[in-house]
């Protein structure tokens, strides 16, 4: 397990690719989902809430440990792409563009852009994105690519 989890070398067929997928998944959405209900307790208690408060609820000590969740599972989720593209005879290195919504959203934030121009970015992203995670686990004898 740890070799698939942490390694870039090597290949990952689809049964156990899925299956590491689908932890990563639930290591990840378990939090957000903890995280979500809390803050919208928070916040639905309090009647009608303005921008500055939900800001604030936003940001809370909580979202910490959930940036520490997301960055743990970074490594690993980006290896298992990587396995499973080696899987296929392509290059791990095309897990990187599963970092685009990430950097997308760094930089929209320190050039304090507009919310069309950050929407913009993170969607591209999210398309760039997606597109390497369907290419990843399409199976190549199983279509015709």
């Known amino acids: 397990m740890f070799h698939a989890l942490f390694s870039f070398k090597g ?51 909580l979202f910490w440990p959930l940036i520490a969740v997301m960055l743990a599972t970074l490594w690993p989720s980006l290896a298992l792409i990587a396995k499973r593209l ?9 897990a990187l563009p599963l970092l685009a919504p990430g950097i997308a959203y760094n930089v929209s934030s320190l050039i304090s ?7 913009g970015l993170a969607g591209l992203s999210i398309v ?6 369907v290419y990843a686990s399409i199976d190549p004898e199983d279509a015709d690519i």
Request: hydrophobic residues 45%; without cysteine; charged residues 10%.
């Open 11 to 61: 290949r990952l067929n689809r049964a156990p690719y899925w299956g590491y997928s689908m932890l990563m998944v639930t290591l990840i959405l378990v939090p957000f989902m903890v995280y979500a209900g809390i803050v919208g307790y928070q916040l639905g208690s309090q009647g009608t809430v303005s921008e500055a408060e939900l800001n604030q609820a936003i940001s809370s000590q």
């Open 86 to 94: 080696q899987d296929h005879d392509k290059s791990g290195a095309l």
């Open 113 to 119: 852009a507009d919310a069309p121009v950050t929407l």
């Open 128 to 133: 760039v994105s997606l597109f390497t995670f």
